[in-house]
């Protein structure tokens, strides 16, 4: 059985950071695509960052230059450290896994429980 366990969400000031964590148990992270995705209230879920089977990584646009996505296959963990947050970056972030990258967001089958980040201005 696959899980994934984030942490590492907060509250931050604007500018400031984070590192966001993701466990993975049930399944090897190197063999899989894994992504963050987050959702703002009243929003639909947005892919953030992916890091695939063959190490590319991928970012939606607004976060390109600010956030890192990166894998250590040997702890079967993700992360994604996030430099310059701002405010608009507030949302529940997900961690989520599936066979390869090229799934659309809702077809992801396996996804953790999800970790708040608050940017305050």
């Known amino acids: 059985q696959v899980q994934l366990v984030e942490s590492g969400g907060g509250s931050v000031q604007a500018g400031g950071s984070l590192r966001l964590s993701c466990a993975v148990s049930?399944?090897?992270?190197?063999?899989?695509?894994m992504g963050w995705f987050r959702q703002i209230l009243g929003k639909e879920r947005e892919r953030v960052a992916t890091?695939?089977?063959?190490?590319?990584?991928s970012y939606t646009d607004s976060v390109k230059g600010r956030f890192t996505i990166s894998k250590d296959n040997g702890k079967n963990t993700l992360y994604l450290q996030m430099n310059s947050l701002k405010p608009e970056d507030t949302a529940l972030y997900y961690c989520?896994?599936?066979?390869?990258?090229?799934?659309?967001?809702?077809?992801?089958?396996?996804w953790g429980q999800g970790t708040q980040v608050t940017v305050s201005s």
């Open positions: 049930g399944v090897t992270s190197r063999s899989i695509c």
């Open positions: 890091f695939d089977s063959s190490g590319r990584t």
């Open positions: 989520a896994a599936a066979w390869n990258c090229y799934y659309s967001d809702n077809a992801f089958p396996f």
